[in-house]
């Protein structure tokens, strides 16, 4: 009796725990708004509901969540104030993507929780200032511009209908984290400076999502617009499903890159990605839409160090699926090569790609070439399997099937292997 009295003392508390609800609404007037968060985050993000009511909320400062237990309902829009000194001082943002020494403003941690913006809530990256200065910059990739969500360290944790308003950067990033689920996300990286119209300099660097050292991660309803990868399956991603995505404008679906640290292996095993659909947008605008898939590697010689140079790595990727696939206008459909700021005389990679499978791809292309596979001479590309790919070509050129050091494949017309 006494055992059955204390198990129903522990779930009452334990409900009473949950049902713990914080509210907070937008201070206005420029005050910001990170402290009065905080404050809810650390009442209400263990066992608890945080409520953030519509409107926006000044962002002045990077900002962590760890939840526990609890979710979030976000029905604003978190506004990261433009001040370039500020964010680009590496004091003022995290260092909690290894990769090339990512900077983030904006980190959750946790487990057991759920992030939903009801489609309305999210995050206002004020990009366009970002990438105008980008446009006349020096600077090189990974310089210290904000990733504008990463969840880092995260077990069992779900992010829901979020929008992301022109990120300065990458749009998302799941970094060392497992059984991830994001259901609804739109990245807007849309150019209105007039200046870059017609040019691919508008929105550097403003993939969808990036994924590195995590598994069990799920990708479904993405709606990306992005001068850059759409998704990108970076090294140690494992079980990675994405379905329902949009791509418009930037470079396609990437693996990689992979094999930059030379004494860190990359393996990525078991991706799924069904049901996607890749637009070019109006080239006035931007005129980039690159691929529909592609992967690519670092070659096997090591010039310089992360997080701008680097070369060498090994590594395997395989089991990959990418099926049900629709192309407007891509430049080239699939694509793998092995020489990322490679240079002449490099040596070969020594990351291999193996057991890929491309089913069931339709639309158009801009070039002749549908598929282009040239595989390390040192890592030859193994069981390479096509089926139902038709892909339409200009109507003055015949379609070509490009495959270098590969192993093994099927599915390509006669000629074409």
Same mark, same amino acid.
């Given at each position: 009796?006494?055992?059955?009295?204390?198990?129903?003392?522990?779930?009452?508390?334990?409900?009473?725990?949950?049902?713990?609800?914080?509210?907070?609404?937008?201070?206005?007037?420029?005050?910001?708004?990170?402290?009065?968060?905080?404050?809810?985050?650390?009442?209400?993000?263990?066992?608890?509901?945080?409520?953030?009511?519509?409107?926006?909320?000044?962002?002045?400062?990077?900002?962590?969540?760890?939840?526990?237990?609890?979710?979030?309902?976000?029905?604003?829009?978190?506004?990261?104030?433009?001040?370039?000194?500020?964010?680009?001082?590496?004091?003022?943002?995290?260092?909690?993507?290894?990769?090339?020494?990512?900077?983030?403003?904006?980190?959750?941690?946790?487990?057991?929780?759920?992030?939903?913006?009801?489609?309305?809530?999210?995050?206002?990256?004020?990009?366009?200032?970002?990438?105008?200065?980008?446009?006349?910059?020096?600077?090189?990739?990974?310089?210290?511009?904000?990733?504008?969500?990463?969840?880092?360290?995260?077990?069992?944790?779900?992010?829901?209908?979020?929008?992301?308003?022109?990120?300065?950067?990458?749009?998302?990033?799941?970094?060392?984290?497992?059984?991830?689920?994001?259901?609804?996300?739109?990245?807007?990286?849309?150019?209105?400076?007039?200046?870059?119209?017609?040019?691919?300099?508008?929105?550097?660097?403003?993939?969808?999502?990036?994924?590195?050292?995590?598994?069990?991660?799920?990708?479904?309803?993405?709606?990306?617009?992005?001068?850059?990868?759409?998704?990108?399956?970076?090294?140690?991603?494992?079980?990675?499903?994405?379905?329902?995505?949009?791509?418009?404008? &930037? /470079?396609? !679906?990437? +693996?990689?890159?992979? *094999?930059?640290? %030379?004494?860190?292996?990359?393996?990525?095993?078991? $991706? #799924?990605?069904?049901?996607?659909?890749?637009?070019?947008?109006?080239?006035?605008?931007?005129?980039?839409?690159?691929?529909?898939?592609?992967?690519?590697?670092?070659? &096997? /010689?090591? !010039?310089? +160090?992360?997080?701008? *140079?680097?070369? %060498?790595?090994?590594?395997?990727?395989?089991?990959? $699926? #990418?099926?049900?696939?629709?192309?407007?206008?891509?430049?080239?459909?699939?694509?793998?090569?092995?020489?990322?700021?490679?240079?002449?005389?490099?040596?070969?990679?020594?990351?291999?790609?193996?057991?890929?499978?491309?089913?069931?791809? %339709?639309?158009?292309?801009?070039?002749?070439?549908? $598929?282009?596979?040239?595989?390390?001479?040192?890592?030859?590309?193994?069981?390479?399997?096509?089926?139902?790919?038709?892909?339409?070509?200009?109507?003055?050129?015949?379609?070509?099937?490009?495959?270098?050091?590969?192993?093994?494949?099927?599915?390509?017309?006669?000629?074409?292997?």
């Amino acid at each position: 009796m006494r055992r059955c009295l204390s198990l129903l003392i522990s779930s009452l508390s334990l409900a009473q725990a949950l049902a713990k609800t914080c509210t907070v609404k937008p201070l206005g007037h420029g005050r910001s708004d990170v402290s009065q968060i905080e404050a809810a985050i650390a009442q209400c993000g263990h066992h608890g509901t945080t409520v953030l009511e519509a409107g926006e909320y000044n962002i002045t400062r990077k900002m962590q969540w760890n939840l526990v237990n609890s979710r979030v309902e976000l029905h604003g829009l978190l506004n990261f104030v433009f001040d370039l000194p500020y964010w680009m001082d590496p004091a003022n943002t995290y260092r909690v993507i290894f990769i090339q020494s990512q900077a983030s403003w904006f980190v959750v941690t946790g487990h057991d929780f759920t992030i939903d913006a009801h489609g309305t809530g999210g995050i206002v990256g004020n990009g366009q200032r970002w990438w105008s200065w980008y446009g006349n910059a020096t600077r090189l990739d990974g310089d210290g511009r904000p990733v504008a969500l990463t969840l880092s360290n995260v077990t069992r944790g779900t992010v829901r209908d979020f929008r992301v308003e022109a990120p300065p950067f990458w749009c998302n990033a799941v970094a060392d984290s497992r059984d991830v689920l994001y259901d609804g996300m739109r990245c807007n990286a849309t150019n209105a400076d007039e200046t870059y119209f017609g040019q691919n300099t508008h929105a550097p660097p403003t993939p969808g999502i990036d994924t590195f050292r995590s598994e069990n991660v799920t990708l479904l309803n993405f709606d990306i617009t992005s001068g850059d990868d759409c998704l990108a399956i970076k090294g140690n991603s494992t079980n990675i499903f994405a379905k329902n995505v949009t791509c418009t404008g &930037g /470079t396609g !679906i990437a +693996f990689g890159s992979l *094999g930059q640290y %030379a004494d860190l292996p990359d393996y990525v095993s078991n $991706v #799924v990605l069904e049901d996607i659909t890749l637009i070019r947008p109006d080239p006035q605008v931007q005129p980039l839409m690159e691929h529909g898939v592609y992967f690519k590697s670092w070659t &096997g /010689t090591r !010039i310089g +160090f992360p997080p701008t *140079g680097g070369g %060498a790595g090994g590594g395997r990727v395989s089991g990959v $699926v #990418v099926r049900n696939v629709k192309l407007d206008q891509v430049t080239t459909p699939i694509q793998l090569y092995q020489t990322n700021l490679g240079h002449p005389g490099d040596a070969p990679s020594k990351l291999q790609f193996a057991n890929l499978t491309f089913e069931h791809w %339709a639309g158009t292309a801009q070039d002749a070439t549908v $598929v282009d596979l040239e595989c390390s001479s040192a890592a030859p590309c193994e069981n390479v399997s096509f089926e139902d790919v038709h892909v339409a070509v200009p109507s003055n050129q015949t379609p070509a099937y490009r495959c270098v050091n590969v192993k093994s494949s099927s599915g390509l017309p006669a000629g074409g292997e």
